[in-house]
C-alpha cells in the first residue's frame, strides 16, 4: 500500500485546511487509519485516528473540536479537516494505516504516507 499526503499549506490562524491521504495499491477499507504530526525538533505524535468502519474515531486533546476526521470508502481515501488552526498546530501532517480495523498509533502503524506541510502563521 502507498499512501499520498496532500493538502497542506501556509494559512493565518483561524483559518481552515483539509487535507486528504489516497491509498494506491490496495484497499484499505477494512483498516484503520490516523493521521500524525511532527514539529520541528519534537517527536511524532497522534492527531486522530478512525476505524475501519468509522464508528470509532479518536482525536488528541490540542485537535479535539477544531479537527474532523473522516473516510471516503469509494475513492479509497481519508481526510482531515482542521478549523481554527492555530500556530502551534504547525507541522509536518502524515497519514498512516494500521493492521488493525479499530485504531492506529504511532507504533501500531503499518503503512506510512510521505507527509504535508502546514504552516500556521500568527
Known amino acids: 500500500v502507498q499512501l499520498q499526503a496532500s493538502g497542506g499549506g501556509l494559512v493565518q490562524a483561524g483559518g481552515s485546511l483539509r487535507l486528504s491521504c489516497a491509498a494506491r495499491g490496495r484497499t484499505v477499507n477494512n483498516n484503520a487509519m490516523g493521521w500524525f504530526r511532527q514539529a520541528p525538533g519534537k517527536e511524532r505524535e497522534f492527531v486522530a485516528s478512525?476505524?475501519?468502519?468509522?464508528?470509532?474515531?479518536r482525536y488528541s486533546e490540542s485537535v479535539e473540536g477544531r479537527f474532523t476526521i473522516s473516510r471516503g470508502y469509494a475513492e479509497n481515501t481519508m481526510y482531515l479537516q482542521m478549523n481554527a488552526l492555530k500556530p502551534e498546530d504547525t507541522a509536518i501532517y502524515y497519514c498512516a494505516a494500521g493492521r488493525g480495523s479499530a485504531a492506529v498509533t504511532v507504533t501500531s502503524a503499518t503503512y506510512w504516507g510521505q507527509g504535508t506541510l502546514v504552516t500556521v502563521s500568527s
Open positions: 478512525i476505524s475501519w468502519n468509522g464508528h470509532i474515531i
